[in-house]
């Protein structure tokens, strides 16, 4: 009894403590495993409340889906063929000619996210239709934004395939815009058109990123100087340095008669993206982002959705030549971070209201209908399901 009672007691008194210390460390394995499951629950969440982008599969097919319904190739053009794009379902015409550019330049998107040969096949077939129709030089369209968009889709095909031809093309429509375009009134910028009553955006922000394209392909300083000029130039008459909104004209009076679109908005910061590199100190890359800002916080709705512009037909691609820009320049200027989730938010949203043929008009807050679609409007899905891979 008092052996027994000896090893109660003495069992007791020293592995009591040890009992204790492992229930103590128990209890907090238990409150760290609690700790990591909340953490986890709270990533989960997180990652849940992101925006998930269409799949770069699902990217390809939806440019896909708009070659279905849209490319027309109608012939030989040399050794290679020629084709255009459809203005609607309907097959009633051709795409407009700066409309056509916009179209060839979210096929080049595409194909820079994709790799696809039937891509870049098509829009080099593309190219030599604007050539069929249109000739080598464009003097005698009387919009000088026009000519621009398309010496911007040249230069950016030539980016892909080293065609001199292409380049060519680009170098003298530019420079047949700068002569006729840019002169001292109103301090500097290009007319929109030959009847000089307005100093665009539509023109000058995108000849700026072409300016620097031809730059980077010709090593021509003068082009790059030119860049910078019209940059400068619509920095100090067009952009609010306060709100970062980008306006849309300035008449020969001097006085601001547009304002903000989301395609000059997204011009404007494509042309920041490739100025801030050679002139880090001139705040391209911040004004760049102003422009942003702007765009997120003024012109979409509470949900961060991009707005409907459908005044005129020629408004309702704009959306796509802002995807296009303000994608690289997040993808170039490394600010994920502060904008993938929105520009994500905006893929989603757009791929979520497809018809039954996988294609996106610019209402992408309701489901695109089956019966009309312009072909001009149904390339902002595509650019922005894209971009968002860039």
């Not at 000896?6 to 460390?25: N, R």
């Not at 060519?168 to 047949?176: G, H, L, V």
């Not at 209402?363 to 089956?370: F, V």
Request: glycine share 8%; hydrophobic share 40%; with cysteine.
């Amino acid at each position: 009894m008092k052996t027994t009672h000896y090893c109660k007691t003495y069992f007791c008194s020293l592995c009591l403590p040890v009992i204790l210390l492992m229930l103590i460390v128990l209890a907090c394995s238990k409150k760290s495993i609690r700790h990591e499951n909340a953490k986890t629950t709270i990533q989960q969440a997180a990652a849940a409340d992101s925006p998930v982008p269409p799949t770069k599969a699902e990217a390809l097919l939806a440019m896909q889906c708009y070659n279905n319904a849209f490319y027309n190739q109608y012939g030989t053009y040399g050794p290679s063929y020629k084709a255009y794009y459809y203005s609607d379902v309907t097959h009633t015409g051709r795409m407009d000619f700066w409309k056509q550019a916009g179209a060839i330049e979210t096929l080049i998107d595409a194909y820079l996210v994709n790799n696809n040969t039937d891509l870049r096949n098509k829009f080099v077939y593309l190219y030599n239709g604007m050539r069929d129709a249109y000739g080598l030089l464009w003097s005698n369209n009387i919009y000088n934004d026009d000519v621009i968009w398309g010496a911007l889709m040249c230069i950016r095909a030539f980016q892909i395939t080293n065609d001199g031809g292409m380049k060519d093309m680009a170098k003298n429509n530019f420079d047949m815009v700068w002569a006729r375009a840019w002169d001292t009134n109103l301090g500097g910028g290009l007319w929109w058109t030959t009847a000089k009553t307005t100093k665009n955006a539509c023109v000058n922000a995108p000849a700026a990123i072409c300016a620097m394209y031809l730059y980077q392909a010709t090593g021509d300083a003068g082009y790059r100087d030119k860049a910078k000029l019209i940059q400068d130039w619509i920095i100090s008459k067009l952009y609010a340095s306060g709100t970062g909104e980008v306006r849309g004209a300035m008449n020969a009076a001097g006085t601001i008669t547009e304002g903000a679109r989301t395609y000059t908005q997204g011009t404007f910061i494509g042309a920041c993206n490739l100025l801030h590199n050679y002139y880090p100190s001139n705040n391209y890359a911040a004004m760049g982002a102003k422009a942003m800002d702007y765009t997120k916080n003024n012109m979409c709705n509470a949900q961060g959705l991009l707005p409907d512009e459908y005044d005129t037909e020629d408004c309702q691609g704009f959306k796509a030549i802002f995807a296009r820009w303000a994608c690289m320049f997040v993808r170039d200027r490394g600010l994920q971070s502060a904008y993938s989730a929105w520009l994500k938010y905006n893929a989603q949203e757009a791929w979520k209201y497809r018809n039954s043929s996988g294609l996106m008009w610019a209402q992408w807050w309701r489901r695109t209908p089956d019966s009309y679609v312009n072909s001009f409007e149904t390339t902002c899905g595509i650019a922005m399901l894209n971009g968002v891979w860039f």
